[in-house]
């Protein structure tokens, strides 16, 4: 069936160290990926893509990773800091240039401890 | 901010009664998306509209019924409403007629039902 699911509800990293977060999804015909970060309160916010052709994009401070072999989508985060605490979600397309919906995963809790 | 609005921002009301939820998308933005945001469900994609148009749809029950109209601007009809309809309802916009990548969304409309 169509699911993203997150291999952890929560993750919990000291200030300065690099968190990852790890997403798995089942649809093989999923053609885009995105990451967003959600606070208490607020919408979900984009913060990088990634399409079935790549197996890595980087952005500012975050990588992501696709592996498509094994269905298998990571978020890296570089120096995590206070702010990056909060909930972050994988997404996936399908059916890119067709009006495909986003099916989101349950999503990770970051915690960060100064 | 994502420049996406949404009102009213909180909505209280009874079982059995309807309310409309209203979405104002980026400036140039076509591509109007709506999900519902619930505890047990996590992010759930409703339905999205292109340029005035239905595009796709995902779980939204037949209860609830969305439109987008010439200014672009969308509006997101509940009705005979629930005590499991309580949620966070987002709406998201694109500049693109898929399921674009970039789906900025606005701050959502948390409902009650009593």
């Known amino acids: 069936g169509e699911s993203v699911g997150l291999h952890l509800p929560t993750l919990s990293v000291q200030e300065g160290d690099n968190s990852i977060i790890n997403c798995a999804y089942s649809n093989s015909a999923s053609d885009y990926f995105i990451w967003y970060k959600q606070e208490s309160g607020k919408g979900p916010q984009f913060i990088i893509d990634i399409r079935s052709n790549m197996d890595k994009r980087q952005g500012q401070r975050v990588t992501v990773l696709l592996n498509k072999t094994v269905k298998h989508l990571s978020l890296q985060i570089a120096a995590t800091q206070p702010g990056d605490s909060a909930v972050y979600f994988c997404?996936?397309?399908?059916?890119?240039?067709?009006?495909?919906?986003?099916?989101f995963g349950q999503g990770t809790e970051l915690s960060v401890k100064p | 901010d994502s420049g996406v609005t949404q009102t009213p921002k909180h909505l209280i009301t009874a079982t059995g009664q309807r309310v409309t939820l209203r979405c104002s998308p980026r400036s140039g933005d076509l591509s109007v998306y709506w999900y519902q945001q619930s505890l047990d469900q996590g992010l759930q994609f409703l339905i999205q509209?292109?340029?005035?148009?239905?595009?796709a749809k995902g779980n939204i029950l037949e209860r609830f019924s969305a439109q987008q109209f010439p200014d672009l601007h969308s509006e997101l009809n509940l009705s005979s409403l629930e005590l499991g309809d309580s949620a966070l309802y987002f709406c998201?916009?694109?500049?693109?007629?898929?399921?674009?990548?970039?789906?900025?969304f606005g701050p959502g409309t948390r409902l009650t039902v009593l």
């Open positions: 998201a916009s694109s500049s693109y007629s898929g399921g674009a990548p970039t789906q900025y």
């Open positions: 509209y292109y340029n005035g148009e239905e595009r």
């Open positions: 997404a996936e397309i399908l059916g890119y240039n067709q009006g495909g919906k986003l099916i």
